[in-house]
């Protein structure tokens, strides 16, 4: 269904060897000099164009394990959050009007109808509300099929319209259920050793969590091999499309920054639909739950900052375009030794 591209490798190369010629020590410049080459990779030019849209796009659904008390919040609140995005009131929304960077939010599994939401919003729903993954599948498999095309179809959408580097951001109350029992059956660890306290969740509801993430994992262990169907069994229409979106991205030589655990969880799924997907990543931010960090080692991506961040919506994934910004812009405005006359080496 998806066929990645590989990065540029000549344009990887030359901005490597122009950072060999900038006036600074080699390597002085540490991951900045590795953004900048994988950027000039993506684009297939060196230096890279400076970004000309910057696109979050937050994926909304809700998950009937949230029914189960999983959460410290009730899952009404995902359909008022959608809103919230809708209005500019939440914290990616603020992000994004400091960074120059816009937010879409995409109701792909809401319980409820969002009044007011305007198409670009629920053009694409799948379903009200996901299973409940430690009893009953999340999806049939053609809702599961349907959701990864969505969310490639949200992907060409951003990139027709002129994003040229993308977000994904997640909304769901309970989210953080499926994405440790993804990335447990994925990764192959210990369910227990991924489970994380999510919205801040107390000690009791970390162990009714526990048990739903072990009983769900005891689902999907048949399905680790497909990921349409590991979908349906024991994830959600909204990290589903994430992965449609995350894969869609790849194909379209569009350079992704990943956020916290759902979107490293749906980074898993998406590179066994799209195998070489995540050389067209990087990972924003370590979030505080564990089961982002065994995602991301083993797609082995390196966060490239730990704020202690556990928001979800994007906003570590929105903090670390800065950082990508910089990258561009010293391989590409820096002097080298040459033209500024300064010498290389020991005289």
């Not at 993506?42 to 394990?65: L, S, T």
């Amino acid at each position: 269904m998806f066929v990645v591209p590989e990065l540029d490798v000549a344009a990887s190369e030359a901005a490597r060897d122009r950072q060999g010629r900038l006036t600074k020590p080699t390597g002085a410049l540490g991951r900045l000099e590795d953004l900048s080459i994988w950027l000039s990779g993506a684009q297939g030019q060196c230096p890279p164009r400076a970004f000309a849209r910057v696109r979050v796009v937050v994926f909304a659904g809700d998950h009937g394990v949230a029914r189960h008390g999983v959460s410290a919040y009730p899952p009404e609140v995902t359909a008022q959050m959608v809103l919230n995005f809708l209005a500019g009131g939440a914290g990616v929304n603020v992000l994004a009007r400091t960074l120059d960077a816009s937010v879409r939010v995409v109701d792909i599994s809401v319980e409820s109808d969002v009044p007011g939401a305007p198409t670009e919003t629920t053009r694409h729903k799948i379903r009200s509300s996901s299973g409940r993954i430690d009893l009953e599948d999340a999806l049939t498999l053609d809702e599961a099929t349907r959701a990864i095309a969505a969310g490639a179809a949200i992907a060409d959408e951003e990139i027709d319209g002129g994003a040229d580097l993308l977000v994904p951001g997640d909304m769901g109350i309970g989210n953080t259920t499926p994405a440790t029992v993804l990335t447990a059956l994925l990764t192959g660890s210990e369910p227990h050793t991924l489970v994380g306290r999510g919205t801040g969740i107390d000690d009791t509801t970390w162990v009714r969590k526990a048990g739903a993430v072990r009983d769900a994992c005891r689902r999907g262990r048949s399905y680790v091999d497909d990921p349409a169907a590991l979908l349906a069994c024991v994830g959600g229409a909204d990290i589903a499309a994430m992965a449609g979106f995350l894969a869609q991205s790849a194909v379209r030589r569009t350079p992704v920054v990943l956020d916290g655990v759902v979107s490293a969880a749906a980074a898993l799924v998406a590179e066994l639909l799209a195998p070489g997907a995540r050389a067209w990543w990087v990972a924003g931010h370590r979030s505080t739950e564990p089961s982002q960090h065994a995602a991301l080692a083993t797609l082995g991506l390196e966060p490239l900052f730990d704020l202690g961040l556990r928001l979800g919506e994007g906003t570590g994934g929105l903090l670390a375009v800065p950082f990508l910004r910089a990258a561009v812009a010293t391989l590409a405005e820096m002097a080298t030794f040459d033209e500024a006359g300064v010498s290389d080496r020991d005289s």
